[in-house]
């Protein structure tokens, strides 16, 4: 027979379960940063963040493949597809985060990776992130940071296609080849370039 003391714990514990899930407000949020290995890291560090998810969107071919969209004339994006909590963190840094991770300036490119399939863009769910993100885009471009305007498209969000289990959390499965690959790419170079300590990772 369990103790008081541990009859306690396990309501406490329970009672706390239930209290989490009943005010957890999951979403999601959709974005474009060139490969999608690299734009991983940064959002699976965040805390509210569920799952991040490779993929593709914003094309017309159905269930495209990796070779179909790095190929091009898709119309797809390498993208994330994130899930988030967002009664522990909000869209909008999320967004800053998505900013400090790419070079917003880039036109149907982004580092080494050039094309359409790696245009950076905005997938957004509903109005409310729509608002947000075209605010960010806006102040982004106000506040003259850059001698270019902001190429970053806002659009919709489309079916999502999770990406061949092989690039998921490709990072971590392959941690030796990622690094070779991003520094190959001049990534974190070029991060550092458009916004100084608040490059991201």
């Known amino acids: 027979m369990k103790s008081p003391v541990m009859l306690f714990i396990a309501l406490a514990t ?12 999951y979403r999601k949020a959709t974005f474009a940063g060139g490969c999608f290995w690299c ?13 991040v998810t490779s993929g ?21 994006a390498e993208s994330i597809e994130i899930l988030y909590d967002a009664s522990a963190i ?24 050039t094309g359409n399939q790696y245009r950076s863009a905005i997938f957004y769910h509903s109005e409310e992130q729509a608002r947000l993100a075209r605010t960010s885009k806006t102040a982004l471009d106000r506040s003259r940071r850059f001698s270019e305007p902001v190429a970053t498209e806002i659009t919709p969000a489309a079916r ?21 690959y991003r520094n190959g790419c001049g990534r974190d170079k070029r991060l550092k370039e458009l916004w100084g300590e608040n490059a991201g990772h």
């Open 56 to 76: 593709y969107t914003g094309g017309e071919k159905t269930n495209p493949t990796y070779k179909d969209v790095s190929a091009g004339g898709t119309g797809h």
């Open 160 to 180: 999502f296609y999770p990406a061949e289990e092989y690039h998921q959390d490709y990072y971590k499965k392959n941690p030796i080849r990622y690094k070779y």
């Open 90 to 113: 909000s869209y909008q840094k999320l967004l800053d985060t998505f900013w400090h991770n790419i070079d917003p300036i880039a036109v149907n490119r982004q580092f080494c990776d």
């Open 39 to 51: 734009m991983e890291p940064a959002f699976d560090a965040l805390k509210g963040v569920i799952s």
């Open 14 to 25: 329970l009672l706390f379960t239930y209290t989490h899930a009943d005010s957890a407000e």
